[in-house]
């Protein structure tokens, strides 16, 4: 179907309650023209700072402007060749992948704080996989409906940038960068942000550290088991186990029976999200074993939980609000025109609790 | 200012990377008409259903339609009198309001799942206060940036349904009814719920309950906060306690420190959710007591954290994706003209863990 149904009929006029209320007569352009005895095409130049009219006429038009509340029809100004002002953020997730939703919501609600300081709406959508995000940006810039967008969980070989530059569709990477080089990216360090974990458990006397990480297709995973490993071998901490989870307590409580079963148990965990560590702490607790005296627990993701919960949890703070308006940042100055390389966030730095 | 500057600057042409793609060439409604050998006329009453055209003009229309993957320019459909196909969610919070973060996530993930389906967006903004809700819904109506909306978190006195009646903006609440009778609600029993959590501690043996509740002045907590104290009364269980926080985990510490401190210590405990819960059995803890042997604790909001935390918490779970569809659903069906007077969730269940 090529046009909804939605689409097609007409709204009614009905005052009932619950039904569709009357809309407003609103002012046009030619009322503000009218009443300030100008033409339409010198009130039009008058309100886009535009020359050929005097200052007195612009400032007349303008008073009058403000007088009847007139604001431009959002979608007169997009077909006239401007913007839709809306920039689109589409998420590939199952609902298994829950431990990362506190981030999407501050990463929006950073955005926002750009957005709507430049009167600009977000259009936030959920899909299946990373074949639906494709498909949905494509209706999106056929559709016009977004002037931009941006990329988030960039994977291993992603098609995303590539399809977005095809289509001629404006996009920053929130976390990159992007190794196709093709979208620029406003980065977080994770690699620098996992070594000085492992920095401060070696000076803590730490010997043997393990990681219960996400899903390494995801590429800040991917770098963060990289950092991982090498800053394991820089500081002469056994950092042999990494072990992969889905982001879900079960996976995670298996993940840490399996840790303490071995010979040669670790003496710190680090654990990829809040929900992951919270499990593994009862885990440990459960075989009989004290957090942080036999073993030491890290989240690589701070929130609420971490400082409510006993005993408060050691974890990476970012400021992901920050990170979200810097993201927004970076995609209006492209939409303006401008060439825009991305940028680098400030590393996330370790919140040391009692859980160390 | 009216007209933004981002708003007026001409799109630019470069393919430097990082710059503005061009952008593509999209079939018109005059190539598909060229294609088909028939006038725009024709082709337009093939592509809207509309009577006067052959079975086999309207056939090889659609068929050029599919063949060059076509569809209909957003804006122009706006501006022809159809919708913008956009849905609004505006909600007003403060950073220390964190505890139902997870909760307006899976609303917005749920809505979606109605409105992709019917090719509507989500414009999801984030304000400071009520007062900057009512000039983002004058503005979104002016601008016809949306369709309709759906409001959040009514408090007690709330200006809002009013307003987007009077803009003729049509409204669904999440969460009600609306005490006015102004705006539709998807409603959930929070009574109920609160009276099923009652119930289930006359039953284990309970006799003095206290409540750690949020804000009363959102809707849905005073519903909670009655039914606390009327349930109380009904199942003789001494309900005397209700202490606000304000969703902050400090703030139900101190609630809990309280709570522990009288002659009369609860045997147990209903926190809000899953922050001010953990946060509160922490103190319980730390007193020298036993969960559940000495304090029973319930949340009043399941999340993960609640099944990953030792011992796990009792909670009420409810489908909050469930509750977006059906809030969505109920929105798009007034959106369609017809008259619509909300509905009602299925209460959220009592999901009974270690904690009681």
Redesign the interface.
Known sequence: M???A???????D?R?????????N?PTLRDIAARAGVSETAASFA???KPGVSEKTRRRV?DI?EEL???????????S??????IGLAVARN?QE??S??F???L??GM?TVL?R??????????DSVGDELDLY??W?????VDGVVLVDLRTDDPRPRVV?E????AILAGGPDPS??V?AVSIDDAAAMRSVMEYLRDRGHTRVAYVSGSPTLLHVHRRVEAFLRSGRDYRLEAADVLQTDF??PS?VRATQRLLATDSRPSAVIYDN??LA??G??VI??AGLRVPADVAIVACED???C????P?LTALHRDT?GFGADVAGHL?N?????????GQEKTPELVVRAST
Chains 1, 2 share one sequence.
Do not use: K
């Open positions: 090529l046009v909804p939605t689409m097609l009929s007409t709204l009614t009905r009932v309650r619950g039904s569709m209320p009357a809309p407003r609103r309100l886009n700072g303008l402007v509340h007139w604001t431009p029809n959002h979608a007169a100004q997009v077909l060749g401007a913007r839709s002002m809306t609902a829950v431990g939703e506190l999407f919501l501050r929006m609600t926002h709507s430049n009167r600009y709406g977000l259009l936030f959508q959920v899909v494509r209706r810039s056929d559709e016009r409906r530059n289509l001629g569709l404006p080089g093709t620029p879900s307590a995670a809040e929900v919270v499990a702490m009862g607790h459960a929130t609420p939980i400082a409510a919960v006993q408060a609000s209006l492209l939409l303006d025109g401008n060439e825009d390389h991305g």
